[in-house]
């Protein structure tokens, strides 16, 4: 898991959201992000300082046993070098544990993540609840 990972809950009902964001994202996978069931409502992937290569995103639904390489993520997301994803789920996307990756390709055995030339790092944000 990555050592860049913050977690922030706002507590009451005014706003029941929680903020995951990793400053810097790799193919080390993050596994089960909030600990519990929930909703995903908005992600940001940022690749917009120094990134020079295309990444895909992978994000696990249902379960907090994953293995990357091997476990089919639910949602795959591709992003652009030196380009900002944002993506907002006004219903939401359901999780009953939700995991997230960063790798070179879409396909499910990928695990590589290159970062030859890269001088930034890739950033992802969520809000859930």
């Known amino acids: ?11 009451g009902s005014v706003l029941p959201y929680t903020i995951v964001n990793d400053s810097s994202i790799t193919n ?5 992000v909030t600990g519990s069931a ?9 690749l917009s300082s120094g990134i020079n290569h295309d990444y895909y995103l992978k994000i696990w639904l249902q ?4 293995t990357l390489g091997t476990t089919p993520p639910d949602v795959i997301i591709k992003a652009a070098q030196d380009q900002i994803i ?5 219903s939401g996307l359901y999780f ?17 993540m290159t970062t030859t030339n890269n001088s930034g790092t890739v950033k992802l ?3 859930v609840s």
Request: hydrophobic letters at 45%; aromatic letters at 6%.
């Open 28 to 32: 080390d996978p993050i596994i089960d």
């Open 63 to 66: 379960t907090a046993s994953i």
């Open 1 to 11: 898991m990555s050592s860049n990972l913050k977690i922030a809950k706002f507590a």
């Open 38 to 46: 929930g909703t995903l409502y908005d992600l940001n992937l940022d």
């Open 125 to 127: 944000t969520m809000t």
């Open 96 to 112: 009953s544990a939700l995991s997230v990756a960063l790798v070179d390709s879409s396909a499910d055995s990928s695990t590589a």
């Open 86 to 90: 944002r993506l907002n789920y006004p």
